[in-house]
């Protein structure tokens, strides 16, 4: 295929979903500049990949290329933390994008909590609640059963929840 | 937060604040137009480099043309099926040829039609499994990406080359894991699907039986590793452990879990159920220990040393990395295990006190008791300690050894 072609489509997937996909990985690592790097190697790698792109959502065809880049940044990286399925502790927001210095104080502790969830929670979370994929469009970036996508999500959001009152920021409603 | 909608609120401000600047994304684009640009003109050797394309292929088949010519064994010899690669050979050829992109032919030209077709036990992606430098009569059956680390520490299999098959079957990823001569331990050596590489030394196995000194470790023999024996070990740490116990939401005894989505390295699926019970214990608590860093000796609180064990079991030989536990196939609910009595302080023997009273008679005193009564009031009774001398004695420990005991042997 051409190359310039392949390249014009990249650019293109990169103006529409650049943004959904720099969140999805720094909502996983949270990690800046990392972050960008490994969207940088996502865009890259789709070139490299172009040829088993068949008319699929691309949006999901990348993010599943996002998530394997991310996966393997984690297995690299932080080797333990993501075999004990745990994140590192995310204790403020240090080392976070200007922009989400002035999140209100609610968002602030749910992003807070979503750092100290496992890691799968976190990544069906994103998908699903943050980035609004259908539970198919999930099951397919992550490579799960729908049924486990929706349990996943299930007690995912059931954690974020705990997690957030062992905060002290749920305070439930009798 | 109050209430559900906060949170519902919460995730949509998530999505629409945490955005690049505009030069960010200039900055990026252009980073990732450049990446294109090279790979487009320049070489298709990610890991040699500076070897142009076409002239590549130019040569590359010039030659074969010649030697097809004159040489009508070559094709007998790109065609065979059987290799008998030292750990020396494999080893280059891993870290030398083999390169992300290859197709299986190409993969069986370097190491022979003999392989095991596997799937990763995370992703369930395919793979192959070359055995190097096997003993007669070897072998070693597993489905997923496993080893069998007993066999390797005991010099029955030489090396394991794994190589993992991407959605376009052409290798996405490779990896070694071999017994290194010189000090004994096993390395394991992976390129990755950008083509970065990794080496390390995979702490503590040892084709030697040298002792393993970690806090909390009652093991001290390298079988500590082998999965049946592991289970006495871990019994033997927590020797309080309780199998999780599922309940029913009211609190009913529902029985005790039996986990089998999957086999550990000997395939018995009860080191398998005592491992994923540790990994329950560990949501539990609480990371008070540290890490290895790069070859430096091993020592370890009692969190950290379940950690560090079950890092040193998994990382690189199993694949295990964010596995959900399953029950029956049904994923469990953590909620649903009881499992209070994981590192109590009262049932949790540090190596430092096993040490102090001599390991001999520790386990004398150990195994003549029942469960309930081996806890650490029992324990100062019997051999006559105050806190002070157990304090002293950590105190004493921490002092002769201030960045952790060194690995003995």
Known sequence: ???????????????????????????????????????????????????????????????????????????????????????????GKEGIPEEIVSLHETTEELYVALGKIKTSFRDVIILRKIKRFSIQ????????????????????IKELKEQLEKEGYVHEEK | ????????????????????????????????????????????????????????????????????????????????????????????????????GMTEDEVVALFGSTYLEIASAKDDERMWRYDIEPKDGYSYESADDFIDATAMTSGEINMYVFITWGDDNVVSRFGALYLNDEDGRLYHYQVYSDGDETETRELP???????????????????????????????????????????????????NPRMVSIGFSDGTEETWEVLIEVV????????????????????????????????????????????????????????????????????????ILIDYVGEDVFYEWFHSIELPERTMTNFKKYFDLSDGELNKAFFDYHKNYPNGKPVEG
């Open chain 1, 137 to 156: 469009e999930t099951a397919d970036i992550l490579g799960w059963k729908e049924s486990k996508v929706k349990s996943t999500l299930f007690r995912g």
């Open chain 2, 1 to 100: 937060m109050k209430k559900n909608e906060d949170m519902d609120k919460g995730f949509t401000e998530l999505s629409e604040k945490i955005v690049l600047t505009k030069s960010e994304h200039n900055e990026i684009l252009s980073n990732i137009n450049s990446g294109i640009d090279q790979k487009s003109t320049k070489n298709i050797s990610k890991r040699n480099g500076g070897f142009p394309y076409k002239y590549y292929l130019a040569v590359g088949a010039a030659i074969l043309l010649l030697v097809l010519l004159v040489q009508p064994s070559f094709v007998s010899f790109i065609g065979t099926s059987e290799k008998s690669l030292t750990k020396e050979e494999a080893l280059i050829i891993v870290k030398e040829q083999l390169q992300i």
């Open chain 2, 205 to 255: 196995i040892t084709s030697k039986k040298d002792p393993v000194s970690i806090t909390g470790n009652t093991s001290r023999n390298s079988t500590v590793y082998e999965g049946a024996e592991y289970y006495e070990e871990i019994y033997t740490i927590y020797h309080g452990f309780t199998r999780p116990v599922e309940r029913s939401e009211d609190g009913n005894f529902l029985g």
């Open chain 1, 1 to 91: 295929m051409d190359q310039d072609y392949i390249k014009h489509q990249i650019n293109e997937w990169y103006t529409q979903f650049s943004n959904d996909i720099y969140q999805y990985i720094y909502l996983m690592i949270r990690d800046h500049e990392q972050a960008k790097d490994l969207m940088q190697d996502t865009f890259i790698r789709a070139f490299d990949k172009f040829s088993t792109f068949h008319d699929e959502n691309a949006k999901g065809w990348l993010f599943r290329i996002a998530r394997n880049i991310t996966i393997d940044y984690l297995r690299r990286n932080k080797p333990i933390a993501y075999f004990f399925d745990k994140a590192p502790i995310i204790s």
């Open chain 2, 280 to 351: 329950l214990a560990w949501e539990d608590s609480t990371f008070i220990g540290k890490f290895r860093e790069e070859d430096e000796d091993i020592y370890f609180d009692l969190d950290s040393k379940v950690a560090e064990l079950l890092f040193y079991m998994f990382d690189g030989y199993l694949h295990l990395y964010g596995y959900d536990i399953e029950y029956e196939g049904e994923d469990i609910d953590p909620e649903n295990f009881d499992y209070h009595q994981f590192d109590h302080p009262e049932f949790s023997f540090e190596q």
